[in-house]
């Protein structure tokens, strides 16, 4: 059912049409954008200074008004109206329009950086030349395509951050994580590398270090010119290099465990925090299917396994033989990993069998096996380990997953797949949080007895695809390895059922037949364990 | 193998199948004539305001039905033979059951008023309803203006709904205040006030008298009966509530009176035939409860309970403690037990109301006893297992009041009342004092 349109103005009806303070805000926006784009024609601006500057504010500005003009003079509330009649937000003209220029930016950013300016010899030109003012004000050094995208990443986060806050002022817990993931993107992602670019000299440099892109998010961050550079780097590059390995294996567990995953994906983590402002308008695109859930376990963890796969590799590459130079030597580091991995599925396997579906215990019976296997083989026959050049590996991960997989997909394609589709089908990090969330930690998003009225605001709006409602309408507690506890479900559920919350880990998986509200001895027939008997397919 | 028949796909229908399939493996066919496959019934208006596609309002995939092999029939059964056991479709073709549970809800009530039959009046509790404002009020160039009849929950979900297109919308109401027949003065002016903020124009104590039609036969404006003053519209929106969806029971004899008559074990007069949810009547009263329950959950609770009789387990309905829920514009509320809209003899009311007039509570409780009997909650979303145990323990009010918080259910870093609520409830104990 859609609505009929029996007019044809172009401003279409409420709730589509945009009102005048919208328009001053669609003007303004593009105004600063098509600055940024004639730049790229080479058109010589007098001032780069000055022009930048214009630019930038305008497109915040345009940004903000907007939102503004969105919802300002309207109640607190949920502000859902029309979602599925604007073509943006429901894969029509304009949605496909913002997908492939996204796509397009994508593309040119990570394979034709020329085209935006980059010169190797020389000054920069086009786009990159007109952000080297704002460059060489923070870290001292000319702009590179990273710079732009960095900045404009920032802007967008900022900017829909403000919009997104105007659109749930009335929910604290929306507020705060918005606040969060603007000043981690501001702070740890945009400003700090750049000042610490500034510390750097002929006999000091650390690589470029966004603190909170944890390894294997930032899968480069143990590649040899890092760690070399850490490590030449003195006490502050040993510190930065221990802080990254025990981001991942010490501060990770911890956090996950008391407060889930989102204290990573929905306060922290850059893409994240991207997906929550600019990508709110298409959280509602994610595929809810049972099919699309199936897809994702296998997607996300075979690319888990390939970037343990290719870090290994590259740091096994790096390596000594030579225990006597060094206590870290390839075999010490080939061993150490194999023994982790072996450990760590037994520890799975004793404690939590029960809870892993069939297709995950193939999965990680497989990938173990084949893991092992391999290692086994570079010993017995002297072949490569994982077969390929650990180059190869590494360039392979780049291209396919960092560049194609989490840019051109995951953001190039919000309006068509929805927001969250790279945190979802092909972030490792997110696998390795979701893992300990589903298994070891005390967050879970518990129901209101029997108030769930199946309405499915809950699973629409969840971006992740979590189909919430079929939990909330059996009083079931929603543990999903993939929710990044954003809140929304909680937020659009009209009677109140849904809350995040860490609490105890006894009790937190608890199915029930009948819910709240209905005879007692009822309640106590049907949700006795095991269920009555098992004739329903789910 | 044993074939049970449920007339009606909604929630009562699907839950009582669902749970016959969990505890059986017998013949199940499910007819509607309202939609191929069960949706929820109450997100009907999130469809009309955007929020959602109807396939988003579906709570189970397609494949769901075939795989746990529940038959689906798209149409409208004219008449039973309780005799033969048969159900006769108005398409033509019958069906034999074994047993048979009639879920076939509600429809829209309607008081006779004169013009009921033009075109542009509308229910808003099908489907079909849904259809029809879509197509009589798809913007506000087609329908400037509709006029609502009733308060209650329907006509302020479809009064939200109008507004969200920028239709201007008279809502005329009987009471002083919306709601006024079940909500407590506080809240009814509270709901009130919120209502007209969203730019409805909430016309009370006020009755629709006539509604006029064009020369085509389509709404052209009504009447009312207070001052005879004539309100042009576009649609017409008859939110007086539902009764049963019964008519086509006439002549089966199945026993009726507003809706099927039904003893505990949810049986009709008619061996091997139920009845469930909205349509069902229960003979006895049980508790507080009306005889006639149209709301989500007791039609599920219905089909839970029907289906364990049906799988050779007879059981009683038993509602435990009345709760529901709803949302008025912005305004989330909850009840839990009992508060009615005047104390009930022997009891009061303790109302607070927060100054942003968006939140309030309100809790009935005996003065002797001073046990706890219920509450009403406004803004603030509170724990229904918490409420439903503090009813099972016959509680204080005192003892609600002071523990308050632990039945908050509100998203964290919320701001809480408690300890606002604490303090007016000491004030009015020492002012009553």
Redesign the interface.
């Known amino acids: 059912?859609s609505?009929?349109?029996?007019?044809m103005s172009l401003t279409g009806?409420?709730?589509k049409s945009i009102n005048t303070i919208q328009k001053f805000g669609t003007v303004i926006g593009l105004f600063g954008l098509a600055l940024i784009l004639l730049a790229s024609f080479n058109s010589v601006f007098p001032n780069k200074g000055l022009w930048l500057t214009i630019a930038l504010t305008s497109l915040t500005g345009g940004i903000i008004l907007f939102a503004y003009g969105a919802y300002a003079h309207k109640?607190?509330?949920?502000k859902?109206?029309?979602?599925?009649?604007?073509s943006l937000s429901s894969r029509g003209f304009w949605a496909w329009v913002v997908g492939l220029a996204l796509t397009g930016f994508y593309i040119v950013l990570y394979f034709f950086p020329y085209y935006l300016g980059l010169r190797q010899e020389g000054d920069n030109t086009g786009i990159i030349a007109l952000f080297d003012p704002l460059s060489k004000l923070l870290s001292g050094n000319p702009a590179s395509q990273w710079f732009v995208y960095g900045t404009l990443y920032t802007i967008a986060i900022f900017a829909f951050g403000i919009k997104f806050f105007l659109k749930y002022r009335?929910?604290?817990?929306e507020r705060?994580r918005t606040i969060s993931v603007m000043f981690f993107q501001t702070s740890f992602a945009f400003l700090i590398p750049e000042f610490m670019a500034r510390l750097n000299s002929d006999d000091f440099s650390l690589p470029y270090y966004d603190l909170k892109n944890i390894w294997p998010l930032n899968y480069y961050n143990f590649e040899q010119y890092r760690v070399d550079s850490f490590i030449s780097a003195g006490d502050v590059g040993l510190i930065l290099l221990l802080f990254g390995i025990a981001s991942i294996f010490i501060i990770t567990p911890i956090l996950t465990y008391k407060y889930g995953k989102r204290w990573y994906c929905s306060w922290v983590c850059g893409c994240g925090g991207l997906a929550e402002t600019a990508g709110d308008p298409f959280r509602h695109l994610s595929d809810?299917?049972?099919v699309a859930w199936k897809i994702e376990r296998w997607v996300v963890h075979s690319v888990l396994v390939f970037v343990v796969v290719m870090t290994t590799a590259v740091v096994y590459s790096y390596l000594g033989d030579d225990s006597s130079k060094y206590w870290l030597t390839k075999d010490t580091f080939l061993i150490g990993v194999a023994v982790f991995l072996g450990l760590l599925f037994a520890a799975i396997w004793v404690f939590k069998r029960q809870e892993l579906a069939k297709d995950a215990r193939y999965g990680a019976i497989g990938y173990l096996v084949i893991v092992l296997a391999l290692i086994g083989l570079h010993y017995s026959t002297g072949k490569n380990l994982f077969l390929f050049e650990a180059e190869s590996l590494r360039k392979s991960y780049g291209f396919l997953i960092g560049a194609i997989f989490s840019g051109v997909i995951g953001t190039g394609f919000y309006p068509i797949f929805g927001n969250r589709v790279w945190c979802r089908m092909g972030c490792p990090m997110a696998a390795i949080l979701g893992l300990q969330q589903r298994l070891f930690s005390k967050f879970r998003i518990t129901t209101?007895?029997?108030?769930c009225?199946?309405?499915?605001?809950c699973?629409?709006y969840c971006e992740m695809g979590i189909d919430v409602?079929?939990y909330a309408?059996k009083g079931e507690n929603i543990i999903r390895a993939s929710c990044v506890g954003c809140?929304i479900c909680?937020?659009v559920c009209?009677?109140?059922v849904l809350?995040?919350?860490n609490g105890p880990l006894e009790g937190r998986i608890d199915a029930k037949?009948?819910?709240?509200?209905?005879?007692?001895?009822?309640m106590k027939?049907?949700n006795q364990k095991p269920?009555?008997?098992e004739?329903?397919?789910k | 193998m044993e074939h049970i028949v449920i007339i009606g796909n909604g929630?009562a229908g699907v839950t009582a199948a669902?749970?016959i399939?969990?505890?059986?493996?017998k013949k199940i066919t499910i007819i509607s004539a309202e939609a191929d496959h069960f949706f929820?019934r109450?997100?009907l208006m999130?469809?009309y305001?955007?929020?959602?596609?109807?396939t988003?309002?579906?709570?189970y995939?397609h494949w769901f039905w075939k795989?746990?092999r529940l038959e689906l029939k798209n149409a409208y059964v004219s008449k039973i033979e309780t005799d033969k056991k048969t159900l006769q479709f108005k398409e033509g073709g019958t069906i034999h059951y074994d047993k048979l549970i009639i879920a076939s809800g509600s429809t829209t009530n309607t008081f006779g008023w004169e013009g009921l039959e033009s075109k542009g009046v509308v229910g808003m509790v099908t489907k079909q309803d849904?259809?029809q404002i879509?197509?009589y009020a798809?913007?506000?160039?087609?329908c400037p203006r509709a006029v609502l009849v009733g308060g209650g929950l329907i006509g302020v979900e479809l009064a939200e709904m109008l507004r969200?297109?920028?239709i201007e919308v008279t809502f005329l109401i009987r009471e002083e205040n919306f709601w006024n027949s079940v909500l407590p003065p506080g809240e009814a002016a509270m709901i009130s006030r919120h209502v007209k903020?969203?730019g409805v124009d909430l016309q009370n104590n006020t009755n629709l008298d006539t509604i006029l039609a064009d020369e085509k036969g389509k709404v052209r404006a009504v009447t009312t009966k207070e001052t005879g003053e004539e309100i042009p519209c576009s649609m017409v929106g008859i939110c007086t509530g539902v009764k049963p969806n019964i008519t086509f029971l006439e002549g089966s004899g199945i026993e009726t009176d507003k809706g099927i008559l039904v003893n505990r074990k949810l049986e009709t007069n008619v061996k091997d035939i139920y009845a469930i949810g909205d349509c069902a009547q229960q003979r006895e009263t049980i508790g507080n409860r009306k005889p006639v329950e149209a709301v989500?959950?007791t039609g599920?609770?219905m089909g839970?309970?029907v289906a364990?009789t049906i799988c050779g387990n007879p059981?009683?309905?038993?509602?435990?403690?009345w709760?529901n829920?709803?949302?008025f514009?912005?305004i989330?509320y909850?009840t839990y037990g009992w508060v009615f809209h005047e104390p009930k003899e022997g009891n009061t009311h303790f109302h607070w109301h927060h100054e942003d007039d968006t939140k309030c509570i309100t809790i009935e409780y005996e003065i002797e006893s001073r046990k706890f009997l219920g509450i009403n909650t406004f803004g603030i979303?509170?724990?229904?297992?918490t409420f439903?145990q503090w009813l099972n323990e016959d509680r204080t009010m005192d003892f609600v009041i002071e523990n308050f918080k632990q039945a908050n259910?509100?998203?964290?870093?919320?701001?809480n009342f408690e300890s606002e609520i604490l303090k007016e409830f000491q004030n009015t104990k020492t002012e009553t004092v």
């Open positions: 059912m609505t009929i349109q029996r007019d009806q409420p709730p109640h607190e509330g949920i859902n109206d029309g979602v599925y009649f604007k009335h929910n604290r817990y705060l809810k299917r049972q209101n007895g029997g108030q009225i199946s309405c499915g605001n699973s629409t409602k079929a309408q809140g909680s937020a009209p009677r109140g809350k995040l919350e037949e009948v819910l709240l509200g209905n005879d007692v001895d009822l027939l049907m269920s009555p008997s004739y329903i397919q | 929630i669902r749970h399939r969990k505890l059986s493996d929820s109450t997100a999130y469809v305001m955007g929020h959602m596609r109807w988003d309002i579906e709570p995939e795989k746990n849904l259809e879509e197509k798809p913007n506000n160039k087609e969200t297109r920028n903020s969203h989500w959950y599920r609770m839970e309970t364990q059981f009683e309905y038993n509602p435990g403690h709760f829920s709803a949302k514009f912005d989330e909850q979303r509170l724990k229904h297992e439903n259910f509100d998203p964290e870093f919320y701001r």
